[in-house]
């Protein structure tokens, strides 16, 4: 699995510990920055992260700024990208269950380093169920179509 990582300044720190974790994991990181706490742009970094995806050069998207709004809120805006913003671990299994959530989006002035660890281990190992759910996501894809 090829994972897209992205944050903002205030999403570095929880950026850097993921990172950590997936690397430890065997999982193939592409990080598209920031590479510090200096005052950055979360739009800036939600677009390379949810155009990997989207592209399939990688198979799913994470992204972390403080409130983990703004990433999903851009993502979002990209086609083919389903960006669930996520703070507990129950919504984490349903964004894979009932949306196949693509990206991933996390607060980092919320959610801390623990919680998010376990949040990314299950958003990682959840299938999508498909069935009725692939009706609804195929709702969305017609949408898009028509839109963009
Ligand atoms: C940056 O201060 C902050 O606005 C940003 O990280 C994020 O929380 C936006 O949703």
Redesign the pocket.
């Known amino acids: 699995m090829k994972i897209a990582l992205g944050a ?4 570095f720190e929880l950026k850097e510990y993921i990172k950590k974790m997936l690397l430890e994991k065997n999982i193939h990181v592409i990080d598209v920055g920031t590479e510090g706490e200096t005052s950055v742009d ?1 739009p800036d970094f939600a677009l390379k992260v949810a155009l990997l995806v989207s592209s399939k050069e990688v198979n799913r998207g994470i992204l972390v ?7 999903s809120i851009v993502a979002n805006k990209v086609k083919g990208i389903r960006a669930s913003f996520v703070q507990d671990i129950y919504t984490a299994i349903q964004s894979r269950k009932h949306l196949d959530a693509n990206v991933l989006a996390l ?1 980092g ?1 919320i959610t801390g380093k623990g919680l998010a660890e376990e949040i990314v281990r299950v958003w990682l190992e959840t299938p999508f169920e498909g069935g009725r759910h692939q009706r609804r996501i195929e709702k969305i894809n017609e949408w898009e179509k028509k839109t963009q």
């Open positions: 903002d300044h205030a999403g979360y700024c403080g409130t983990g709004i703004g990433m607060g002035r």
